[in-house]
């Protein structure tokens, strides 16, 4: 099926996605280089930022850094760093984040924290620094990915739904507040994805599990959209998960 002509380029875009050394956040700077694209990503350790620096370097222009999302003046600084090696920022990919699957009663105040800061509070740090950026130029996209536990609360995820259902509800305020500055907002919401998120295995059961690939694809699907088009929400499921 031919592309529509009005579709939006990715070709030479400057993208920073967060949480971009492994999972979702690989996949997304990996899709992303190959529509063109030049890509900043960050990790929480230099370890694994050199690491996927290197094997992705091969598709296209990187520049990888250290920055905790949590940390209001480390993003400060990975956000400068970026516009110093790229010269500006057109696409914020809100990506990093954590997850701790316990009941209410026994989750702990520094876990229910590490989420809330993560999933939530830095990606409103991350906006902030670069929402000035987009704001100048008259366009720009801002895509955060949240969960379908945003909508489907479940038992043991109370600091995890708690941060998504936040997450989601900023991000459709975030969108109407910019939406007239060229500024467009989307939540991506996938459902099980075969990645090492929350503990768990990157191979186990993952057949019919999303593939991070496919959230990718969801994301260049939705910057490929004609300017004068905004989606805002994107649902994804497995087609066939197991049956209960």
């Given amino acids: ?18 949480g971009g ?3 979702i956040g690989y996949a997304i700077v990996k899709g992303l280089l190959a529509e063109g694209a030049k890509v900043a990503f960050c990790g929480v350790t230099q ?9 992705l370097t091969p598709h296209g222009r990187v520049f990888g850094a250290v920055c905790d999302v949590s940390k209001r003046d480390q993003i400060s600084r990975f956000v400068t760093d970026v516009v110093n ?13 954590a997850g701790t699957f316990r009941a209410a009663a026994d989750l702990s105040p520094e876990e229910w924290e590490r989420m809330i800061s993560l999933n939530l509070s830095g990606v409103f740090y991350c906006c902030r620094e ?25 038992a043991g995820g109370a600091g995890y739904n708690a941060s998504k259902f936040g997450l989601n509800g900023f991000s459709e305020a975030m969108m ?19 990645t090492e998120f929350g503990g768990g295995s990157a191979d186990r059961g993952a057949e019919w599990k999303i593939a991070p690939e496919d959230v990718s694809e969801a994301v260049i699907a939705v910057l490929r959209m004609p300017a004068r088009t905004t989606i805002s929400r994107v649902e994804i499921r497995p087609s066939r998960p197991p049956s209960k």
């Fill in 47 to 55: 370890s694994t930022v050199d690491r996927a620096v290197t094997n």
């Fill in 85 to 97: 090696h790229f010269g500006t920022i057109d696409i914020l990919i809100n990506n990093a984040g």
């Fill in 1 to 18: 099926m031919a592309r529509n002509s009005e579709e939006k380029s990715l070709n030479n875009k400057i993208a920073m996605v967060t």
């Fill in 176 to 194: 109407l507040d910019h939406r007239s500055e060229g500024v467009r907002v989307c939540s991506i919401m996938p459902g099980s994805v075969a």
């Fill in 21 to 23: 050394t492994r999972g």
């Fill in 130 to 154: 670069v929402l000035p950026i987009l704001r100048g130029k008259g366009a720009g996209d801002i895509v955060n990915i949240s969960s379908l536990a945003a909508k489907n609360p479940f």
